[in-house]
């Protein structure tokens, strides 16, 4: 339950911090946390923040086009960068720090975007929820000095998705979403063909109606897919039509996990060998 009176003091504080920034280059993918941060930075700054959106092969055309039609209806600048990970050395063998690689490269892009175009700080939409898993990428958000103003105003995503409905962003509601490569075991390759594989088949399942969901690989083609808990009676009496769409996208194998959907299932593993080797 959101208390309503502390929800109005958080959102007060972070137009407060926004303001004192002066201008601000918004990293923006589409994203729940990413599109609120923007919306309330354009309100505050007006042309003095602008949205930062990469484009690679880990981010699916939908959510890059979602991006681009947001920044046009509101009239807010938008600047695409073009950020490659599969050409940063060692991420393509996926390490359990790929997420470190990833958005150090990334952010000192957008910095240097940032300081061409006369802006002075540049944020991402990480939410307090994020500091209770793994997440390597905040450390090259940390050391680069990339501002962080929902964990600063200690903003929850369930509270970020009731301001977002409060302002009528079409996000409000909108699937959690992280970049493809997080559907890949630790230690297995990454590479073009997987990423569009597993893009086509998480496309397939959105079309079919699931809403929060991954496709994550295992190998070269094997499928386990994850839905909400509710929803796997539904996923298993669409069983061979998901099948088939799934072979279309290049599995051989396909299966349901389930425990449903959750964040950071890969994860998982780290922490179960932590927990042996103790």
């Known amino acids: ?145 990339v501002k962080s103003p929902l964990r600063h105003c200690e903003l929850y995503k369930e509270e970020i998705r009731e301001l977002s409905k409060q302002l009528e962003l079409p996000t409000w509601n909108k699937q959690s979403f992280a970049c493809l490569a997080s559907r890949f075991v630790y230690g297995e390759e990454i590479n073009e063909k997987k990423l569009a594989m597993v893009d086509k088949a998480e496309q397939a399942l959105l079309d079919a109606g699931f809403k929060q969901l991954r496709v994550r690989i295992h190998g070269e083609n094997l499928a386990r897919i994850e839905v909400m808990p509710a929803e796997l009676e539904r996923l298993l009496s669409m069983r061979e039509a998901i099948t088939e769409k799934l072979r279309e996208a290049g599995f051989a194998y396909i299966t349901m996990d389930l425990q449903g959907y959750r964040t950071g299932a890969m994860n998982e593993a780290l922490k179960l060998t932590t927990l042996n080797n103790k």
Do not use: W
């Open 1 to 145: 339950m959101i208390n309503k009176d502390i929800l109005n003091k958080k959102y007060q504080a972070l137009r407060e911090y926004i303001r004192s920034l002066g201008s601000l280059a918004v990293a923006f993918s589409s994203g729940v946390d990413s599109t609120f941060l923007l919306k309330v930075a354009h309100q505050e700054l007006g042309d003095k923040a602008i949205a930062v959106t990469a484009t690679s092969c880990s981010f699916p055309k939908r959510e890059s086009d979602e991006a681009a039609n947001f920044c046009k209806a509101n009239g807010i600048r938008q600047i695409t960068v073009v950020s490659e990970e599969l050409e940063i050395p060692e991420f393509r063998h996926n390490p359990v720090n790929r997420c470190y690689l990833c958005k150090k490269e990334l952010f000192t892009k957008i910095i240097s975007l940032a300081k061409e175009n006369g802006v002075e700080y540049v944020c991402e939409g990480s939410n307090m929820d994020d500091n209770g898993d793994y997440r390597p990428g905040l450390q090259a958000v940390a050391e680069l000095g």
